[in-house]
C-alpha cells in the first residue's frame, strides 16, 4: 500500500511535466541546441585562429619584385611598400612583420599576442629565404636544391591523437552538459520542493496520510528522471556533432571501439552517476527554504561548484579523481571513447553517486519536514 | 465620477470573453456596490477601471477623461484594493508608506501627515516598524488598506474588503469606507456579501455572464424584480440572464 | 526620473533586508572561491618533465641551449644510438624531438602531434636544421654578403596577461548570468507570483522607470557579486605574491592599468545591463519564478558558450566577431588585458550593446503592455 504512494506521486509529477509543454521542450531542446552550437563553436573558433596575417615590408618595389620567388610559397604574408611595421605589429594589425633593409631583414613580432607558432616559424623561414631571393633567382634556386628536404614523421598512434581532442573536447562539453543538467535541476528542484511551500500546497500534503518522506522520494525520482533525460539529450548531440563536425575523430573513435556497443551502458552508468549527484545537491537545497528566490540563489552556487569539480581533472592528474562521479567525467569518456572503459571506476564513482543520492535524500526528508515559517 | 460605456474584455492567451457588456455610472460622494455570481466579470472589470488591463473595446472615463489619454494621471487619483496585492513582506508598513507615499509624488510631510492619521484610525501605529510578513491576516488587509488610501485617492475600488476578515475589523472598514463617502469620494465596491450592499451601498450595478444586467439604488433593486429582498432579486436577475440556467427556467 | 531611483533604491533594500540574500550575493562568492583555491591545491603524483630535448642523430654537438618553453630549458643534443632503437628507451619522451641527418638530403623529423610540447619543438627543430644548412650555404659564398634574420620581440610588459585574458571573461559570465537570471526571475515574475507587483504598478510611476529601476538594481547586484569573487581571486594573487607564497590564485604577474581597469569595468556594466533587461524581459511573460528561469536557461547557457568559446580565441579576430554580442566583450575583455584594444574595435562593440538596448527597452516597453503582464 504504502508503494502506491510513491507511484502516484510519480504519476502525479509526470503529469505536471508533460501538462507544461514549453517546459518539457526547454528541457530537452536546451542541452540539444547548446551542445550543437558549442561543438560548432569551438571549432569554428580554433579553425578561425589557426590561420594568421603577417606582413612584409619592403623598402621599394624592386624589392617586392625580386621578392616574389620567395613570397609566393606563403600565402598569409601581405606585401607593402613603406609603412611602419613596429606599430602596425603592437597595434595587432599584423601578426609579425618582416621588414626589408639593405643588410638586414628584420622579423618583429609581439609575444604577448602572437599565439600561431605557425606564424613565427614561417616568418622565420621566409626571411631566411627571402635573403638569398634578394641575391637573384640562381642563388635562390641553388639554395633550395641545397636545402634537405624535411619530413615530419608523426609518431602518435590514432589513439594518441584521438587523446587530444578528447582533451579539448571531453573536459568542455561535459561540463557543458553539466552546466545545462545542473541548470535544469535548479528549475525543476526549487519549483517541485520548494514551490510547494511556496505556493501554500505543502499543508495540503502534510495531512494527507502519505508519509511526506515518499511524497519527496516520488518527486525526487522524477526529478531524477527528467535531468538523466536532459543529460542524455546532451550526451547525444554531442555525438551527433562529433559525428558531424569532427567526422574523422568520430571514425577513430568507432575504429577503437571497434563497433562494440559496451560503451553504451559504460555511458549510462556514468550519466545516472551525474544525475544522482546532481539531484541530491539540489534537492537538498531546494528543501532547505520555502521560497524560490532563496532556493535558486544558493542551487547557483551548487552550480557554479559542481562545474568546478568537473574540471578538478584540469587541476591534477592524481588517479583518484576517476573514482569520484562527476570529477571523474572527462577521464572516463576518453577512456570510453578509447574503448579502454575502465568499469572498476566508474562503477566505484557510480556506487559512491548512490551513497550521496541516500544521504541527499535523507537530509532532504530531515530539512522539508521542518515547519513551513 | 466614472463613466463605463459598453466595456468589453477578450483574453487574448484563450479566447475567453471575461466582460462582453458592461455599462455603470458612478458619482462622486457615491458607495457603488459591484454583483454577481463567480465568473461574472467583476474582477476583470475593476482591473479594467484600476489600469491593471486594457479594454478590448468600450470607453471608461474619469470625470469625463479617457482613462486611455493621460493614464498615469489617472493613477494618482485612484487606488484598487484587493486580495491579490500585496505587499512586500521584507518592509514594514513604515517603510511601506514612504516608498508609496513617493511613488505617488507626495510631499514628506504629506506622507507623514496622512500615514500617522491612517495609522491611527487603523490601528497600525503599534506595530508600524514591524515587518510586514509577520503580521495576521486582519493586520495585513488593514496595512494594505491604508497604504492604498495614503495618497487620497477621488476614486476607490475595493475588491472583497472584508473577504477572510473578523467581525470588528469588517465593521471599522465599513465605517472608513462611510467616512470616505461622506468626504465626496467616488467609491465602487465588489462584494458577496448582500447584507454589507445593503448596509452600505447608494447604488448598486448587477453583472452576469460579462454583462451588467442590472444598474440603479439599492432600494430599487428588489421592487423592480418584483420580490421583497436583495437577494431574491439576485438570484432572479441570475435565473433570467445566465444562458445555461435561462434556458432551463424556460423549459 | 523620479520614480526610477524609488524603486532602484526598493529593490536593493530588498536584498539587504534579507539575510539569505545577504549571504547568497555577497558571501557565496567568498565561499565559491576557496573551494576552488582548495580543489587547486591538489598536488599531481606524476612528475613532470625537467626539460625538453631535440635530439639530433647523424652529427656531433654539444648539448646546447636553445631557449625556454613553459620555464623549462631546451636543450640541442646528440645522441649515437639508431633512432628506432632511441626512441624505444625511455630516454625519448613524447615531449622530445628527434632529428635524423644519416641522409643529409632527406632529413626526418620524429615528433608526437598529440603533445603540445613536441608539436611546438617539431617547428622549432626544422628551423634549426634550415639555420645549420642556410650557415652552410653561405659559407659556400664568402664573397656574398647576404642579408641575416634579425628577430625582436615588440612585447615590452614584464609579465603578460594571457592567462587573465583567457579566463577573465568565463569567470565573469559564469557567475553573472547565474544570479541576474536568478535575480531578474524574482524581481518581476517572483513578485507576480506573490502579488507584489500590482502595487508598484497601480502608481503613476511611468512603465519606464518602473522597469529600469528593476533592471538597474539587478544589473548593480550581480555585477557586485562577481566583482566580489574576481577581486578576491586578485587580492589573493596579490598577497600571495607579496608574501612568496605559490600563488593558487592564478593571476600573479598580471597587472592591469587603471584605465584598462575602467574599460573593463564599463563593459562590464554593459553586459549586466543587457542580461538584466533580458532576464527582466523574459519575467515579465512568466507566471512565477520557476517558469522564468526556465525561460531564461537557454539566454544563461548561450552566454557561457560565449565565453568559452572566447577562452579558445588566440590572435586577431575578424571584425564582425565584434558585433556578436556576449562574445564581443569577451573579446574586447582579451584585448584590453593584451594592451591590444583598438578604437574602431571597442567602438563596434559600443555601437552593437547600446543597439541591442535600446531595442530590448523598446520590446520590454511594448512587451509591458502586454495583457500577459497583468494576468
Same mark, same amino acid.
Given at each position: 500500500m504504502s508503494n502506491n504512494h510513491v507511484l502516484h506521486v510519480i504519476r502525479n509529477e509526470w503529469a505536471k511535466t508533460l501538462k507544461s509543454k514549453s517546459q518539457l521542450l526547454l528541457l530537452l531542446l536546451t542541452p540539444f541546441l547548446t551542445i550543437l552550437f558549442i561543438s560548432w563553436g569551438l571549432d569554428y573558433v580554433i579553425t578561425q585562429t589557426e590561420t594568421y596575417h603577417a606582413t612584409v615590408y619592403f623598402q621599394n618595389e624592386e624589392q617586392l619584385t625580386a621578392a616574389q620567388i620567395a613570397t609566393r610559397d606563403y600565402p598569409y604574408f601581405s606585401q607593402v611598400v613603406g609603412g611602419d611595421p613596429k606599430k602596425d605589429v603592437t597595434e595587432g594589425k599584423t601578426d609579425c612583420a618582416l621588414v626589408v633593409s639593405d643588410t638586414a631583414i628584420y622579423l618583429y613580432y609581439d609575444s604577448e599576442i602572437l599565439s600561431s607558432a605557425n606564424c613565427l616559424k614561417d616568418a622565420s623561414d621566409l626571411g631566411d629565404a627571402l635573403c638569398f631571393a634578394f641575391e637573384g633567382e640562381e642563388i635562390f634556386l641553388d639554395m633550395k636544391e641545397f636545402m634537405p628536404e624535411r619530413n615530419m614523421v608523426d609518431l602518435s598512434s590514432k589513439e594518441d591523437i584521438l587523446n587530444s581532442f578528447l582533451d579539448r573536447m571531453s573536459g568542455l562539453i561535459g561540463m557543458l552538459i553539466f552546466l545545462t543538467m545542473a541548470s535544469n535541476a535548479l528549475s525543476l528542484a526549487s519549483g517541485s520542493v520548494t514551490g510547494e511551500k511556496e505556493r501554500h500546497t505543502f499543508d495540503t500534503l502534510v495531512i494527507c496520510p502519505a508519509p511526506l518522506r515518499k511524497i519527496l522520494l516520488g518527486k525526487t525520482i522524477v526529478l531524477m528522471m527528467e535531468i538523466f533525460l536532459s543529460g542524455l539529450v546532451g550526451v547525444i548531440t554531442a555525438i551527433l556533432s562529433f559525428r558531424i563536425w569532427s567526422s574523422e575523430y568520430f571514425s577513430t573513435i568507432v575504429e577503437l571501439t571497434g563497433g562494440d556497443l559496451s560503451w553504451i551502458p559504460l555511458l549510462i552508468l556514468l550519466l545516472m552517476s551525474v544525475t544522482l549527484v546532481t539531484t541530491a545537491v539540489f534537492t537538498t537545497i531546494s528543501s532547505a527554504f520555502s521560497t524560490t528566490r532563496k532556493a535558486s540563489l544558493f542551487s547557483s552556487a551548487g552550480m557554479v561548484l559542481i562545474s568546478i569539480g568537473s574540471m578538478v581533472p584540469t587541476f591534477t592528474k592524481n588517479e583518484a579523481v576517476k573514482f569520484f562521479p562527476v570529477a571523474n567525467w572527462s577521464i572516463a569518456i576518453k577512456s570510453i571513447c578509447r574503448g579502454q572503459g575502465d568499469v572498476y571506476a566508474i562503477g566505484t564513482a557510480f556506487i559512491i553517486s548512490v551513497l550521496i543520492f541516500a544521504l541527499g535524500l535523507i537530509l532532504s526528508s530531515v530539512l522539508w519536514e521542518r515547519t513551513n515559517e | 465620477m466614472i463613466t463605463i460605456e459598453h466595456l468589453k474584455k477578450t483574453f487574448k492567451k484563450n479566447k475567453v470573453e471575461a466582460v462582453k457588456d458592461v455599462s455603470l455610472e458612478v458619482n462622486d460622494g457615491e458607495i457603488f456596490a459591484l454583483l454577481g455570481p463567480n465568473g461574472a466579470g467583476k474582477t476583470t472589470t475593476m482591473r479594467m477601471l484600476s489600469t491593471l488591463l486594457v479594454p478590448t473595446a468600450g470607453r471608461i472615463t474619469y470625470d469625463g477623461k479617457d482613462i486611455n489619454e493621460d493614464m498615469l494621471s489617472v493613477r494618482r487619483r485612484i487606488a484598487f484594493l484587493t486580495n491579490e496585492i500585496r505587499l512586500d513582506g521584507q518592509f514594514s508598513p513604515d517603510e511601506l508608506a514612504d516608498y508609496y507615499g513617493r511613488l505617488y509624488e507626495m510631499t514628506e510631510e504629506q506622507i507623514r501627515k496622512n500615514k500617522q492619521e491612517l495609522f491611527d484610525y487603523f490601528g497600525i501605529t503599534e506595530f508600524s516598524k514591524r515587518r510586514y510578513e509577520t503580521f495576521s491576516t486582519g493586520m495585513k488587509q488593514k496595512t494594505s488598506l491604508a497604504i492604498c488610501l495614503l495618497h487620497d485617492p477621488d476614486t476607490i475600488i475595493f475588491d472583497e474588503p472584508t473577504n477572510g476578515l473578523d467581525i470588528l475589523t469588517q465593521r471599522l472598514i465599513e465605517q472608513y469606507i462611510l467616512k470616505l463617502k461622506a468626504a465626496g469620494k467616488c467609491i465602487i465596491l465588489s462584494t458577496h456579501i448582500l447584507d454589507l450592499v445593503s448596509r452600505l451601498a447608494d447604488r448598486v450595478g448587477v453583472i452576469v455572464d460579462g454583462k451588467s444586467v442590472y444598474c440603479g439604488s439599492v432600494s430599487e433593486l428588489a421592487s423592480s424584480q418584483g420580490v421583497s429582498t436583495i437577494d431574491e432579486a439576485f438570484v432572479k436577475l441570475y435565473e433570467e440572464n445566465h444562458e445555461e440556467q435561462a434556458i432551463i427556467t424556460k423549459k | 526620473m523620479h520614480g526610477l531611483w524609488l524603486v532602484f533604491k526598493h529593490e536593493i533594500a530588498k536584498i539587504f533586508k534579507d539575510k539569505n540574500l545577504i549571504f547568497g550575493f555577497f558571501v557565496l562568492p567568498v565561499l565559491s572561491l576557496l573551494i576552488t583555491v582548495g580543489i587547486s591545491m591538489i598536488r599531481p603524483t606524476t612528475t613532470e618533465a625537467e626539460e625538453y630535448c631535440l635530439y639530433f642523430y647523424g652529427i656531433n654537438m654539444e648539448r646546447i641551449n636553445i631557449g625556454e618553453l613553459n620555464e623549462k630549458q631546451i636543450y640541442v643534443v646528440s645522441v649515437e644510438e639508431e633512432p628506432s632503437v632511441f626512441m624505444q628507451s625511455g630516454k625519448f619522451h613524447n615531449y622530445d624531438v628527434l632529428v635524423d641527418f644519416s641522409d643529409l638530403h632527406e632529413i626526418n623529423i620524429y615528433y608526437h602531434e598529440e603533445d603540445t610540447i613536441s608539436s611546438y619543438l617539431k617547428s622549432t627543430a626544422d628551423s634549426f636544421v634550415r639555420e645549420i644548412y642556410s650557415e652552410l650555404y653561405r659559407g659556400r659564398h664568402p664573397e656574398i654578403e647576404f642579408r641575416k634574420v634579425v628577430a625582436e620581440d615588440l612585447n615590452e610588459k614584464e609579465d603578460d596577461n594571457r592567462l587573465i585574458a583567457m579566463l577573465l571573461p568565463y569567470m565573469l559570465i559564469l557567475p553573472l548570468s547565474a544570479n541576474i537570471s536568478n535575480f531578474s526571475a524574482d524581481t518581476i515574475a517572483g513578485e507576480k507570483q506573490r502579488g507584489t507587483f500590482f502595487q508598484a504598478l497601480l502608481s503613476p510611476v511611468p512603465p519606464l522607470a518602473l522597469i529600469m529601476g528593476k533592471i538597474w538594481s539587478v544589473s548593480l547586484i550581480s555585477l557586485f557579486s562577481s566583482g566580489i569573487y574576481i577581486g578576491l581571486d586578485v587580492l589573493g594573487s596579490r598577497i600571495c605574491e607579496a608574501n612568496g607564497w605559490q600563488d593558487l590564485f592564478g593571476f600573479s604577474g598580471i597587472h592591469v592599468s587603471t584605465a584598462e581597469f575602467l574599460l573593463i569595468l564599463l563593459y562590464a556594466v554593459l553586459l549586466c545591463y543587457l542580461f538584466s533587461n533580458l532576464g527582466v524581459l523574459i519575467s515579465l511573460f512568466c507566471k512565477n519564478a520557476n517558469q522564468a528561469q526556465?525561460?531564461? +536557461?537557454?539566454?544563461? +547557457? =548561450? &552566454?557561457?558558450?560565449? =565565453? !568559452? !568559446?572566447? !577562452?579558445?580565441?588566440?590572435?586577431?579576430?575578424?571584425?564582425?566577431?565584434? +558585433?556578436?554580442?556576449?562574445?564581443?566583450? &569577451?573579446?574586447?575583455?582579451?584585448?584590453? +588585458?593584451?594592451?591590444?584594444v583598438r578604437l574602431e574595435n571597442m567602438a563596434m562593440v559600443a555601437v552593437s550593446l547600446l543597439v541591442l538596448s535600446v531595442v530590448l527597452v523598446i520590446i520590454t516597453l511594448i512587451s509591458y503592455r502586454s495583457e500577459r503582464v497583468t494576468e
Open positions: - | - | 526556465i525561460a531564461q +536557461l537557454p539566454v544563461t +547557457l =548561450a &552566454c557561457t558558450v560565449s =565565453a !568559452m !568559446m572566447a !577562452m579558445f580565441r588566440f590572435g586577431t579576430s575578424p571584425k564582425f566577431h565584434y +558585433l556578436i554580442p556576449v562574445y564581443n566583450i &569577451c573579446i574586447v575583455f582579451q584585448d584590453v +588585458l593584451h594592451a591590444k
